[in-house]
């Protein structure tokens, strides 16, 4: 038997998803299901407009992609903590209630200005003594740009927006609606759990301001499990790349030093910690948190370690947790 295509996720069928009872009892068993992709034709819309309004909530389900997998269920069950609920991780009626106070749509017309397309887009190089000769480490398209900008993985974009090239301006197309968000107000403590690869915000009273996804180091380069300070924050990194930092470097690496930008190693911005040569980070690879190891520091998306640095400084308190 041939596989069935994927639903069509319109603006239409999005934002009226999870509104009914009928609606949120249909994906509540995907969404407990271990592998992304097997939500099934009816859950996809309502698994998006959830994602989205997670996100608009500030419970990242890191790059938003339509799909069922950890880093929802991640999302879902801080989400639910913080509203009363059992934290079960399933999209369920009770849920859907709480989510369905944020009356926004969660997809909307966008309406691609000159700068969302003016580039440069240059190919990024995979070799870090390549990288080191550009001027600067910026987006290779506007399709991987304005998946940042608004959140979600190229593919999907391209899914929401069928036959169109998605780089021309003056040219509408469907995203989701993740930029009118207030702001976080300042955060007293960053808690990062090994466990679940979390990362949550708290203020000075202990309440949730945020969650995020993240990637939380490895065998060879374990998470320094203990109490640190944020020693500054910086946006628009430089990167200096150290081989014998990396037990993995590759053979005959040498020291570098790489321009800012997006695709650098650390993303948009470094949040450094009291702990030596470690900090929180974003990553040129959006799809891979929560989901790969890192070398030791804690990686989030480029758009949620901006949203951290917009709410955290010197001296605010980091708990780096089993």
Known sequence: MAASAPSALTIEAVNAAGKTPAAADSPAKPVKGAKAGKAGKAAAPALLRA????DRARFSSGEIDAAAGSNMRLALSGFQKKAGLEPSGILDEATWAALNADQADALIS??????????????IPESMAEKAKLATLGYSSALEALGEKFHLSPALLTRLNPGKEI?????????????????????????????DRSLTLLDADGKVLAQFP????????PLPIGTWKVNGVARHPVYHYNPKLFWDASPGDKKAKLPAGPNNPVGVAWVD?????YGIHGTPVPASIGKTQSHGCIRLTNWDVTTLTESVGYGTEVLLQE
């Open 110 to 123: 966008y309406t691609l200005s000159d700068a969302d397309v003016a580039g440069p887009f240059d190919p």
């Open 167 to 195: 780089g021309r301006a003056g040219d509408t197309i469907v995203v989701p609606n993740v930029l009118d968000i207030e702001p976080l107000p300042k955060a007293a403590k960053i808690v990062v759990d090994r466990s």
């Open 214 to 221: 993240s990637s939380t180091g490895s065998a060879h380069d």
């Open 273 to 277: 910690l009291s702990k030596d040569h």
């Open 51 to 54: 994602q989205i309004l997670l």
